[in-house]
């Protein structure tokens, strides 16, 4: 599994599943503690709070997004479309084949 | 041949006055009062509808027109099914030869299932027939399939035949890329009147006339007779960008078709699988029905992030998907097309 962070573009890779982590660090990924840190950089008055944001997860062919992971799509690619109004059928309609 | 001819009344427009000849394109000028026409049938194993824009004088000329595509669709898909042992097609697949001769119409529905190849990076391939019985009836379909050489080419070899090279063992399906494919084909052969729509089983292929409107209904597949929006193609002030030209609206879904829990026909050629997909449903507008076919499937394998980011990259007009969780959600260009 590959990870591509995309910044203000879109990712052009086959799946995108986006984890928004305000705080959650999904599975699998390593978080350095904050301990970890200070004794890099040196000393305790040094110490940096370290927060891992994950924003993409690229999936290969076949999987699903974890249980919970909400696939949501950029707000350019994607706008929700509302249950059309009350009218009459079209006469025209598109659907699966095999549809009666 | 199951058939019906229904008459609706379209917006009454002004404009100069003409004729019907088929096979001849109509001009692009506003057309006298039109009517809409229904003629349904079956064909390819599901519905087939004609609808026509025609003048009011020449209804009984439009559905006899109706009723001769709807004759050609069907010996068309007649070649080209894999429900019956005496097609083209399934000759070819039967075949034991490497280089096999095939007829124009095979030979041209397959040239295009290349070019939706090229175009979907893959993503269609009409060679999946044992994976798709598999996913039908079990995995032994497709055990002799697993090490097939899938490369495959149609080259002309004169003037009506072309030859289909391949491995033996290769078996094609041609069934939902040759939907919209007749659709379009359908279309062509109506080109005298002034706007028509070619319904195959769910594939349509439109062009509008001057001043005239199309609403197309997307299916929501969740309940029958529902929809998930109305997609409008045209306006009454005759939008230059709309009337006159082609387009294509199809679905694609893993939603009709199941054979179990995660079985569906809908195979993702990567894993060689049924797709394991958030997409129920894919609907495409694009500049043909053949084309929007294409990327209507290849939207529901990628999944909604990949398969909207997809789309956007290859242009079509428009996308409404039906995601797993029930949203419904669409490109945003295609809002300028929703009723």
Sequence with gaps: MRLAFAAGGAATVS??????????????????????????????ADVTPVRHVTRYVVLPPGQLPPTGVTTTPPSTLAVPVATPAPRPRPAVVTSQSGRP | MVSEATRAPSRAIGGGERGITSGRPAPLRAQP????????????????????????????????????????????????????PASRLMALNDDPRRSVPVRPTLAAALGWAKEAARMTGGLVDVTLLPERLAAETGPGA??????????WRVRPIGRRWSAVDRAPGTRFDLDGVAKGWLADRALHLLAGHPGAAVDADGDVAVRVAPGDRWEIGVADPRAAGDLLAVIALGDAAGSSSIAGRTWGVATSGTSVHRFGPEAHHLIDPRTRRPAVTDVVQATVIAWSAAAAEAYAKSAVVLGAVAGLDFLDRAGVAGAILLLADGRVLALPRTTAFLA
């Design chain 2, 142 to 151: 497709a055990a002799d399939a697993a090490a097939l050489d899938r490369a």
């Design chain 2, 33 to 84: 009062t039109l009517a809409h026409t229904t003629h349904a049938s079956r064909a390819m194993g599901g519905r087939l509808a004609i609808h026509l824009a025609v003048p009011a004088a020449a209804e009984r000329s439009g559905e006899g027109d109706a009723r001769g595509v709807a004759r050609r669709v069907n010996a068309w898909s007649a070649l080209l099914t894999r429900h019956d």
């Design chain 1, 15 to 44: 799946a995108l599943v986006a984890l928004i982590a305000s705080s959650a660090t999904p599975a699998g990924a390593a978080t350095p503690s904050a301990t970890a840190v200070a004794a890099a950089s040196g000393g305790a």
